[in-house]
């Protein structure tokens, strides 16, 4: 298949070329597409075909259900088979945004989207492209991040060209994201709610709307193997680049000691050696190649730099990466959800 490449700048929205994509995606084809957190790959949530094109692109496990992205909340209508009070005031709060909520679903959506659960994870997301793209489109469109599957999700089109040119029909390049990691996913069928997948929304900003908000148990430590996961997608290593990860936590001047102690032994060891830095200890580093994700005040800006970073190490064929550990607060918790996984829950107490 013929990957077609469509650059689109976002502060230009003269995107006359936009309807094309539009229309493939009406027609039964695969569009990726930037939005806020992450480039999606996109097919017409109503086709059973086209959906099943996801799955094989990404060559993505058929249990593992997507999300639902619409332009409007009347779009919601079809998809679910009701829509709660606490519903309505998380889409007033957050939508358009970085949330997807897991609500009933109808019987328009085919199992196939939902992995044959009777839930559907639907999201508005708020970037322009993304927006005006379901809207031309006028259908509701399935979207798993835009990776082959297990790869670290893409924040730029040019790893979504890495993972699936030839694969699908169109990937339009709107440039770097801003949020940089997935979503957050909030069961909102629970009582209370529970959020399956920490990301752009914090569980701070849900309490201050809901009061009291679950978390799974899951989130930090990976799923337990006599355990069903309430998310299928928590099951799966996810968000992994080629290299070994391997997270260090504790007191910050141990985390550094620890980390120096272990890239020097790698380097002894001529293992190419990548360090996950941030701004407070990046000097402090003398062996392997630092990259430095941003400052501990500015969880935003680590979280946008983290898969970013993870396919860079790719790219230089790095074998191990040493990630520093950040607090667990605010951004904080989707970004220890997605290092530990990356890391197989490789996890180093110092
Ligand atoms: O930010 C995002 O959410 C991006 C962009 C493209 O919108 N999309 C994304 O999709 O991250 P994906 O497929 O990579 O992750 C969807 C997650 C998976 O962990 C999946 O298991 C979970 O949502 N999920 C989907 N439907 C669900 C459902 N009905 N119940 C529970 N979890 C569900
Ligand atoms: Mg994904």
Known sequence: MKTEIIKLDVNKPDWVRLDYAAEVLGNGGLVAFPTETVYGLGANALDEKAVSGIFKAKGRPSDNPLIVHISAVNELDKLVSGISKRGCMLMEEFWPGPL?????????????????????????????????????????????????????SPTCAEHVIDDLSGKVDVIIDGGRVEVGLESTVLDIISEPPVILRPGGV???????????????????????????????????????????????????DKVVEEIIRLSVKYEEEGVRTGILATDETRERYRTGEIVSLGSRNNPGTIASNLFHSLRYFDDRDTEVILAEAVEGEGMGLAIMNRLNKASGYNIVRV
């Open 100 to 152: 997807t909520l897991v609500m009933p679903k109808s019987d328009a959506v085919h199992g196939i989207v939902t992995a044959g659960l009777n839930t559907v994870a639907v999201r508005m997301p708020s970037h322009p492209i993304a927006l005006a793209l379901i809207k031309k489109a006028g259908i509701p469109v399935a979207a798993p991040s835009a990776n082959s599957s297990g790869r670290p």
């Open 202 to 252: 914090t569980l701070e900003q849900l309490r201050q709307l809901l009061g009291a908000v679950g978390t799974d148990p899951s989130l930090l430590t990976g799923v337990a193997g006599n355990v069903i996961p309430r998310s299928p997608g928590m099951k799966y290593r996810h968000y992994a680049p080629r290299a070994r990860v391997i997270v260090i936590e504790g007191h910050l």
